[in-house]
T-cell receptor
């Protein structure tokens, strides 16, 4: 079974802190994604990557950056956390080279910024 | 990506078939319909996908209308564990994986004992 692991289930940070959310997948997937999920807004795509060192902006990239130095790891960075970044963050991966392979999600990191 | 419209909530009696509709009237010819579900406090889980033919797997069936403007996910014998938010999304056929997927707000399905 594909496993997508997010480093923390719950995280509490202070305004202005630099925050790293880590995601690791064990299936050699080329594509990795970061979403945030908020009540009433569904899942919104922040960034995605289809190869090592490659990244593409999603729908709401402002205030975030990402890093993909190794194929299995995709990090989401909040350079200076703000209270409006309090949310559930979901990482996902999928394989390229096959038409329309499903996304596999981690169980999420619930981030609270105070 | 085509936009999808789903009812915000539905109830279904345990043991009955749950039929979840999705409208995607602006879908293009190369866009697949995907269904995911999210059980409370977990990440979304893939259920099924299709292009134009009906599809069935161990979890569900997917019925796509002939004009492809709408589809229905069918859970044939709903159990309490099927209580979740169900997302219908459309996805462009891509061999390169450099695509972005847009989720809507989904349908909250509640299975009634």
């Amino acid at each position: 079974d594909v496993k997508v692991t997010q480093s923390s289930r719950y995280l509490v940070k202070r305004t202005g802190e630099k925050v790293f959310l880590e995601c690791v997948q064990d299936m050699d997937h080329e594509n990795m994604f970061w979403y945030r999920q908020d009540p009433g807004l569904g899942l919104r795509l922040i960034y995605f990557s289809y190869d090592v060192k490659m990244k593409e902006k999603g729908d709401i990239p402002e205030g975030y950056s990402v890093s993909r130095e190794k194929k299995e790891r995709f990090s989401l960075i909040l350079e200076s956390a703000s209270t409006n970044q309090t949310s559930m963050y979901l990482c996902a991966s999928s394989t390229a080279g096959q038409y329309n392979s499903p996304l596999h999600f981690g169980n999420g990191t619930r981030l609270t910024v105070t | 990506d085509a936009k999808t419209t789903q009812p915000p909530s539905m109830d279904c009696a345990e043991g009955r078939a749950a039929n979840l509709p999705c409208n995607h009237s602006t879908i293009s010819g190369n866009e697949y319909v995907y269904w995911y579900r999210q059980i409370h406090s977990q990440g979304p889980q893939y259920i099924i996908h299709g292009l134009k033919n009906n599809e069935t797997n161990e979890m569900a069936s997917l019925i796509i209308t002939e004009d492809r403007k709408s589809s229905t996910l069918i859970l044939p014998h709903a159990t309490l564990r099927d209580t979740a938010v169900y997302y219908c999304i459309v996805r462009v056929r891509s061999n390169f994986g450099n695509e972005k997927l847009t989720f809507g707000t989904g349908t909250r399905l509640t299975i009634i004992p």
